[in-house]
């Protein structure tokens, strides 16, 4: 079974900072999918980011970007200049690449505070 | 506008009682989830349905029960024999299969037992 750990319960940066948050995943597969998502006091989940393992290139959606390092099974989340709207819970997942399935596996999050 | 709704945002449950969550999507999607969050443990997978009538268990599913009888709709029913159902309930959808674009999320349920 894979595992999504985040070992960070909380961090905080200030506004217009950079902070990373960290995540790493055991498995034994080849090739999957990874995600990041955001979970603001709303409780709605968003999607920030993606990758396919298969992909060297790190995923960039404006002021977030990953570190994906897939040997060492890494999966970090950069967050540049950050706005007060971050603050957040982050969620790193993991998809299997498995025919009919997409389950996807999450990690316990980290709260991401930014302060003003 | 496609999105996936669950109802009621926020729910109370005397001990003993069944109680049973909505969530309806219009986007279309063949898979359904039914995920658990409580603070400090993530989102842990209750049940999941890949098409209509058929279903399976997660890693939680002791004390929940589903059904698929429609492709829109997978109600979650938490019942007396889950011990401690105070949490909050997310319901997601997707396409069958792996993807890249992931899950899209309800706003979730509070449940808490008085």
């Known amino acids: 079974a894979q595992t999504v750990t985040q070992s960070q319960p909380e961090m905080s940066v200030q506004e217009a900072e950079t902070v990373t948050l960290s995540c790493t995943y055991d498995t034994s597969e080849s090739n999957y999918y990874l995600f990041w998502y955001k979970q603001p006091p709303s409780r709605q989940m968003i999607l920030v980011i993606r990758q396919e393992a298969y992909k060297q290139q790190n995923a960039t959606e404006n002021r977030f970007s990953v570190n994906f390092q897939k040997a060492a099974k890494s999966f970090s989340l950069k967050i540049s200049d950050s706005q007060l709207g971050d603050t957040a819970m982050y969620f790193c997942?993991?998809?299997?690449?498995?025919?009919?399935?997409?389950?996807?596996?999450f990690g316990k999050g980290i709260t991401l505070s930014v302060r003003p | 506008d496609g999105g996936i709704t669950q109802s009621p945002k926020y729910l109370f449950r005397k001990e003993g009682q069944n109680v049973t969550l909505s969530c309806e999507q219009n986007l279309n999607h063949d898979a359904m989830y039914w995920y658990r969050q409580d603070p400090g443990q993530g989102l842990r997978l209750i049940y999941y349905?890949?098409?209509?009538?058929?279903?399976q268990k997660g890693d939680i599913a002791e004390g929940y029960s589903v059904s698929r009888e429609k492709k829109e709709s997978f109600p979650l029913t938490v019942t007396s024999a889950q011990k401690n159902p105070t949490a909050f309930y997310l319901c997601a959808s997707s396409i069958t299969g792996p993807t890249l674009y992931g899950y899209t999320f309800g706003s979730g349920t509070r449940l808490t037992v008085v």
């Open positions: 349905s890949q098409i209509v009538n058929d279903f």
């Open positions: 997942a993991f998809m299997k690449i498995q025919p009919q399935e997409s389950k996807l596996t």
